[in-house]
């Protein structure tokens, strides 16, 4: 089946106006860690700092951070990524990944998140891996080599397979 046909009835992850910074931020939270689990640990922010952004994050103190379940390795990184930020003109996403603790998950899903899908089908998600592989009729998650095969095998443009990702992400969160 085709990747397009199989998920022209999801809609894709919402595109997120909050900004680059945010998106690393948010996305940092979510490394290796459950989605549900990262969604609380950003609501209990939002909620301790009274907004809907992360822009404020490295304003948490130490007791804050324990307070939200926001783990030092976590917050050692979102410190690596602030530093760069504070130091860099933000134009080139490349450059994002020489922050420790960031790497093209990080930088490929804060794409998606702002609507661009030129960075193709990002394979290291393990919940889109592990949907895909089911929806088709795999008993484990697709091997990321198997999906760059599929979308060479099905002549999709980057910009449709990160659409592609986008919807099954999108899904895999609901």
């Not at 009274?50 to 379940?69: C, I, N, S, Y």
């Not at 930088?107 to 990002?122: H, T």
Request: hydrophobic fraction near 40%; glycine fraction near 6%; include cysteine.
């Amino acid at each position: 089946m085709s990747l397009i046909a199989l998920t022209q009835d999801l809609e894709p992850f919402p595109v997120d106006n909050r900004g680059l910074y945010h998106h690393i931020m948010s996305l940092i939270i979510s490394q290796r860690i459950r989605f549900r689990v990262a969604q609380a640990i950003r609501r209990r922010i939002y909620e301790l700092q009274a907004r809907g952004d992360l822009v404020q994050v490295m304003d948490l103190t130490a007791e804050q951070r324990v307070k939200v379940k926001l783990g030092e390795d976590k917050w050692q990184i979102m410190t690596n990524f602030h530093n760069y930020w504070s130091t860099t003109d933000k134009s080139p996403k490349e450059s994002l990944a020489s922050v420790s603790g960031i790497g093209p998950w990080t930088v490929q899903c804060a794409q998606i998140m702002s609507g661009d899908y030129s960075c193709g089908f990002i394979t290291g998600d393990l919940a889109v891996r592990k949907w895909l592989g089911q929806a088709l009729g795999l008993k484990q998650a697709i091997r990321p080599k198997q999906i760059e095969q599929l979308v060479q095998d099905q002549g999709l443009t980057t910009e449709q397979a990160g659409l592609v990702f986008s919807k099954i992400w999108n899904h895999t969160r609901h």
